[in-house]
């Protein structure tokens, strides 16, 4: 299963746009990559997924490089409900995801 | 998004005795399930993969007969953490696969063993 590597911690402010971006360099081909936010106590939310380019949805937007060695997530005009911890997985069919250590992003008034 | 829950959300035991925690895909069948420990500040473990019909595979490290897994049907697993001890003490967390590679997980099952 493909490792990867995120920032430990990010600080914002409230209405920047937040990138954070997961280093994969051994991805197969039929793997996906997928963004999960957690909050304390809480079960990891489903973000976004994709496989290449771009994908966006309405909380989010996913951009994958044509080598598909990383990814970035990108979180337009944060808010302080979006403090958490965020987690980028690598993986394909076979569903078993292997976490890694994931980003802590602060967003200050 | 599909939806899982898990019951209960909080449990508290003593130590010796054994605990069960549900974990069910409300609105979709899944053949596999997966459950995940997470301690204080740390990332989700994968602990075991939970087969609709068959055993769970586990991951290196963790004992298989501490920590029972059945998968009843296609909307249940189970998870019986077994002669439960202070070490035992964590956030388990369950996921089921959904509409091909997406995880889905469920909101989480502390247990407290005193």
């Known amino acids: 299963l493909a490792k990867t590597t995120q920032p430990i911690s990010m600080d914002s402010y409230e209405g920047q746009e937040v990138n954070i971006t997961c280093s994969h360099n051994?991805?197969?081909?039929?793997?996906?990559i997928t963004w999960y936010q957690q909050f304390p106590s809480q079960g990891p939310r489903f973000i976004i997924q994709g496989y290449k380019t771009k994908v966006t949805n309405e909380v989010a937007s996913l951009f994958i490089p044509a080598d598909r060695k990383s990814s970035t997530l990108s979180l337009p005009r944060v808010s302080l409900s979006d403090t958490a911890v965020y987690y980028c997985?690598?993986?394909?069919?076979?569903?078993?995801?292997?976490f890694g250590k994931g980003t802590k992003l602060s967003v200050k008034p | 998004g599909a939806v899982v829950s898990q019951h209960p959300s909080r449990v508290i035991c003593k130590s010796g005795t054994s605990v069960k925690i549900e974990c069910r895909s409300l609105d979709f069948q899944a053949t596999t399930m997966f459950w995940y420990r997470q301690f204080p500040k740390q990332s989700l473990m994968l602990m075991a993969t939970s087969n609709e019909g068959s055993k769970a595979t586990y991951e290196q490290g963790v004992e298989k007969d501490k920590f029972l897994i059945n998968h009843a049907s296609l909307t249940l697993s189970t998870l019986t953490v077994t002669s439960a001890h202070p070490e035992d003490s964590s956030f388990y967390i369950c996921?089921?696969?959904?509409?091909?590679?997406?995880?889905?997980f469920g909101p989480g099952t502390r247990l407290l063993v005193l």
């Open positions: 996921s089921a696969p959904s509409g091909g590679v997406t995880q889905y």
């Open positions: 051994n991805i197969a081909t039929n793997d996906y």
């Open positions: 997985l690598v993986g394909g069919s076979q569903g078993n995801l292997i």
